[in-house]
Protein backbone atom coordinates (compact mmCIF):
# COMPACT_ATOMS: atom_id res chain seq x y z
CA UNK A 1 0.00 0.00 0.00
CA UNK A 2 1.31 2.90 -0.94
CA UNK A 3 1.28 5.69 1.42
CA UNK A 4 1.57 9.83 2.02
CA UNK A 5 1.97 10.25 5.47
CA UNK A 6 1.35 14.25 7.36
CA UNK A 7 1.27 14.94 10.90
CA UNK A 8 -2.62 16.17 11.54
CA UNK A 9 -2.17 19.50 13.27
CA UNK A 10 -3.22 21.62 14.28
CA UNK A 11 -0.31 23.19 13.85
CA UNK A 12 -0.11 26.84 15.34
CA UNK A 13 1.70 30.02 13.74
CA UNK A 14 1.32 34.16 14.68
CA UNK A 15 0.06 35.98 11.57
CA UNK A 16 3.15 37.15 10.05
CA UNK A 17 5.46 33.65 11.11
CA UNK A 18 6.20 30.79 7.99
CA UNK A 19 4.17 28.26 8.25
CA UNK A 20 6.47 24.76 7.34
CA UNK A 21 4.00 22.17 6.79
CA UNK A 22 6.01 18.27 5.73
CA UNK A 23 4.73 14.98 4.33
CA UNK A 24 6.33 11.92 3.67
CA UNK A 25 5.89 9.25 0.72
CA UNK A 26 6.40 5.60 0.91
CA UNK A 27 6.41 5.14 -3.11
CA UNK A 28 9.82 5.88 -4.48
CA UNK A 29 8.84 5.81 -8.26
CA UNK A 30 6.69 9.10 -7.33
CA UNK A 31 7.93 12.30 -9.53
CA UNK A 32 5.48 15.03 -8.50
CA UNK A 33 3.37 16.64 -5.81
CA UNK A 34 1.01 18.05 -5.50
CA UNK A 35 -0.60 20.15 -2.43
CA UNK A 36 -4.12 21.35 -1.69
CA UNK A 37 -5.73 23.40 0.29
CA UNK A 38 -9.21 22.17 1.81
CA UNK A 39 -11.43 25.13 4.18
CA UNK A 40 -13.55 23.08 5.86
CA UNK A 41 -16.29 21.29 4.48
CA UNK A 42 -15.18 22.41 1.01
CA UNK A 43 -13.55 20.92 -1.76
CA UNK A 44 -9.87 20.55 -2.12
CA UNK A 45 -8.15 23.53 -4.22
CA UNK A 46 -4.54 22.97 -5.78
CA UNK A 47 -2.33 25.28 -4.61
CA UNK A 48 1.22 23.83 -5.59
CA UNK A 49 2.82 21.36 -7.77
CA UNK A 50 6.48 20.28 -7.75
CA UNK A 51 8.12 17.58 -9.92
CA UNK A 52 11.57 17.87 -10.20
CA UNK A 53 13.99 17.77 -6.72
CA UNK A 54 14.64 21.03 -4.66
CA UNK A 55 12.37 24.17 -4.47
CA UNK A 56 9.67 25.65 -6.69
CA UNK A 57 8.21 29.10 -5.51
CA UNK A 58 4.96 30.75 -6.07
CA UNK A 59 4.21 34.24 -4.25
CA UNK A 60 4.03 33.22 -0.76
CA UNK A 61 4.07 29.61 -1.34
CA UNK A 62 7.46 27.41 -1.69
CA UNK A 63 7.21 23.99 -2.13
CA UNK A 64 10.21 21.49 -2.00
CA UNK A 65 10.82 18.24 -2.66
CA UNK A 66 13.80 15.93 -1.68
CA UNK A 67 13.48 12.26 -3.15
CA UNK A 68 16.69 11.20 -1.91
CA UNK A 69 14.08 11.31 1.82
CA UNK A 70 11.25 10.77 0.30
CA UNK A 71 10.03 14.09 1.51
CA UNK A 72 8.31 17.05 0.51
CA UNK A 73 6.99 20.42 2.16
CA UNK A 74 5.08 23.74 2.12
CA UNK A 75 6.26 27.03 3.21
CA UNK A 76 3.94 29.93 3.56
CA UNK A 77 5.58 32.95 4.37
CA UNK A 78 3.90 35.44 6.06
CA UNK A 79 0.63 33.60 7.01
CA UNK A 80 -2.48 35.03 7.02
CA UNK A 81 -6.01 34.28 9.29
CA UNK A 82 -6.53 33.07 5.74
CA UNK A 83 -4.30 30.91 5.53
CA UNK A 84 -6.05 28.64 8.54
CA UNK A 85 -7.09 25.70 6.70
CA UNK A 86 -6.38 22.13 6.14
CA UNK A 87 -3.18 21.24 3.92
CA UNK A 88 -3.59 18.22 1.91
CA UNK A 89 -0.23 16.72 0.14
CA UNK A 90 -0.98 14.07 -2.50
CA UNK A 91 1.24 11.77 -4.97
CA UNK A 92 0.32 10.06 -8.09
CA UNK A 93 0.30 5.97 -7.51
CA UNK A 94 -0.03 3.70 -9.90
CA UNK A 95 0.37 3.87 -14.07
CA UNK A 96 -2.58 6.90 -14.11
CA UNK A 97 -3.55 10.13 -12.25
CA UNK A 98 -4.56 8.27 -9.21
CA UNK A 99 -3.78 10.42 -6.46
CA UNK A 100 -3.24 9.70 -2.99
CA UNK A 101 -4.07 11.80 -0.08
CA UNK A 102 -2.48 12.50 3.27
CA UNK A 103 -4.50 13.13 6.18
CA UNK A 104 -3.99 16.86 6.17
CA UNK A 105 -2.20 18.88 8.48
CA UNK A 106 -4.63 21.48 10.68
CA UNK A 107 -3.37 25.52 10.01
CA UNK A 108 -4.42 27.83 12.32
CA UNK A 109 -2.70 31.35 11.59
CA UNK A 110 -3.16 33.28 14.90
CA UNK A 111 -3.66 37.13 14.86
CA UNK B 1 -11.92 30.27 -14.87
CA UNK B 2 -13.08 26.96 -15.96
CA UNK B 3 -14.76 24.73 -12.90
CA UNK B 4 -16.09 21.23 -12.31
CA UNK B 5 -19.50 21.68 -10.78
CA UNK B 6 -21.21 19.15 -9.24
CA UNK B 7 -25.27 18.89 -8.22
CA UNK B 8 -26.37 18.77 -5.69
CA UNK B 9 -24.78 20.07 -3.01
CA UNK B 10 -26.72 18.14 -0.50
CA UNK B 11 -28.07 14.51 -0.57
CA UNK B 12 -30.19 12.77 2.15
CA UNK B 13 -31.33 9.69 1.25
CA UNK B 14 -33.16 6.36 3.44
CA UNK B 15 -30.84 3.31 3.27
CA UNK B 16 -31.38 0.89 0.46
CA UNK B 17 -32.17 3.96 -2.22
CA UNK B 18 -30.34 4.42 -5.35
CA UNK B 19 -28.38 7.86 -5.71
CA UNK B 20 -27.03 9.26 -8.83
CA UNK B 21 -24.29 12.09 -8.02
CA UNK B 22 -23.87 14.41 -10.98
CA UNK B 23 -20.81 16.44 -12.22
CA UNK B 24 -19.93 18.84 -15.14
CA UNK B 25 -15.96 18.01 -15.51
CA UNK B 26 -13.87 21.06 -17.01
CA UNK B 27 -14.92 21.27 -21.12
CA UNK B 28 -11.34 20.32 -22.43
CA UNK B 29 -10.55 17.51 -19.94
CA UNK B 30 -10.59 13.84 -20.91
CA UNK B 31 -10.04 12.24 -17.69
CA UNK B 32 -12.65 12.31 -15.12
CA UNK B 33 -12.26 10.91 -11.59
CA UNK B 34 -14.76 10.39 -7.40
CA UNK B 35 -12.98 10.98 -4.50
CA UNK B 36 -14.94 10.53 -1.22
CA UNK B 37 -14.23 12.18 1.92
CA UNK B 38 -15.92 10.51 4.93
CA UNK B 39 -15.93 13.11 7.58
CA UNK B 40 -12.61 13.72 9.54
CA UNK B 41 -11.07 11.06 6.92
CA UNK B 42 -8.40 11.16 4.32
CA UNK B 43 -9.93 12.13 0.43
CA UNK B 44 -10.06 8.53 -0.51
CA UNK B 45 -10.07 7.72 -4.73
CA UNK B 46 -12.78 5.84 -5.81
CA UNK B 47 -12.50 5.61 -9.51
CA UNK B 48 -11.40 7.02 -12.63
CA UNK B 49 -12.73 7.17 -16.46
CA UNK B 50 -11.16 7.76 -19.66
CA UNK B 51 -12.83 7.34 -23.05
CA UNK B 52 -15.88 5.93 -21.58
CA UNK B 53 -14.63 3.49 -19.82
CA UNK B 54 -13.33 2.66 -16.23
CA UNK B 55 -9.24 3.22 -16.19
CA UNK B 56 -9.04 2.51 -12.73
CA UNK B 57 -11.13 1.62 -9.81
CA UNK B 58 -10.09 1.08 -5.94
CA UNK B 59 -11.60 -1.86 -3.28
CA UNK B 60 -13.97 0.80 -2.28
CA UNK B 61 -15.37 1.16 -5.48
CA UNK B 62 -17.82 -2.01 -5.32
CA UNK B 63 -21.10 -3.55 -7.18
CA UNK B 64 -23.18 -0.84 -5.79
CA UNK B 65 -21.62 2.14 -7.57
CA UNK B 66 -21.35 2.63 -11.13
CA UNK B 67 -19.96 5.57 -13.55
CA UNK B 68 -21.45 6.94 -16.72
CA UNK B 69 -20.71 9.46 -18.91
CA UNK B 70 -24.37 9.73 -20.20
CA UNK B 71 -23.59 12.70 -22.44
CA UNK B 72 -20.73 14.85 -24.22
CA UNK B 73 -20.87 17.32 -20.62
CA UNK B 74 -21.98 15.32 -17.43
CA UNK B 75 -20.04 12.47 -15.30
CA UNK B 76 -22.23 10.25 -13.08
CA UNK B 77 -21.92 8.64 -9.81
CA UNK B 78 -24.37 6.06 -9.00
CA UNK B 79 -24.80 4.20 -5.67
CA UNK B 80 -26.90 0.99 -6.33
CA UNK B 81 -27.95 0.39 -2.11
CA UNK B 82 -26.89 3.01 -0.18
CA UNK B 83 -26.11 2.21 3.20
CA UNK B 84 -25.35 4.06 5.85
CA UNK B 85 -21.41 4.31 5.75
CA UNK B 86 -21.75 5.33 2.01
CA UNK B 87 -22.71 9.02 4.05
CA UNK B 88 -19.70 11.17 3.04
CA UNK B 89 -18.83 14.21 0.64
CA UNK B 90 -17.87 12.94 -2.88
CA UNK B 91 -15.74 15.09 -4.97
CA UNK B 92 -15.54 14.60 -8.68
CA UNK B 93 -12.15 15.95 -10.59
CA UNK B 94 -11.16 16.18 -13.70
CA UNK B 95 -7.53 16.55 -15.76
CA UNK B 96 -6.89 17.57 -19.17
CA UNK B 97 -4.25 14.24 -20.34
CA UNK B 98 -3.25 11.15 -18.21
CA UNK B 99 -0.08 10.94 -16.20
CA UNK B 100 1.60 11.27 -12.87
CA UNK B 101 2.22 15.15 -13.11
CA UNK B 102 -1.03 15.93 -14.52
CA UNK B 103 -3.45 18.56 -12.28
CA UNK B 104 -6.53 17.11 -11.31
CA UNK B 105 -9.40 20.07 -10.34
CA UNK B 106 -12.04 19.76 -8.14
CA UNK B 107 -15.46 20.45 -8.12
CA UNK B 108 -17.57 21.54 -4.87
CA UNK B 109 -18.65 18.18 -4.00
CA UNK B 110 -21.93 16.98 -2.71
CA UNK B 111 -22.68 15.61 0.49
CA UNK B 112 -24.27 12.50 0.84
CA UNK B 113 -26.10 11.59 4.27
CA UNK B 114 -27.75 8.04 4.23
CA UNK B 115 -30.05 7.61 6.83
Known amino acids: QKEVEQNSGPLSVPEGAIASLNCTYSDRGSQSFFWYRQYSGKSPELIMFIYSNGDKEDGRFTAQLNKASQYVSLLIRDSQPSDSATYLC???????????FGTGTQLKVEL | EPEVTQTPSHQVTQMGQEVILRCVPI?????FYWYRQILGQKVEFLVSFYNNEISEKSEIFDDQFSVERPDGSNFTLKIRSTKLEDSAMYFCASSEAEGRSEKLFFGSGTQLSVL
Open chain 2, 27 to 31: SNHLY
Open chain 1, 90 to 100: AGPTGGGNKLT
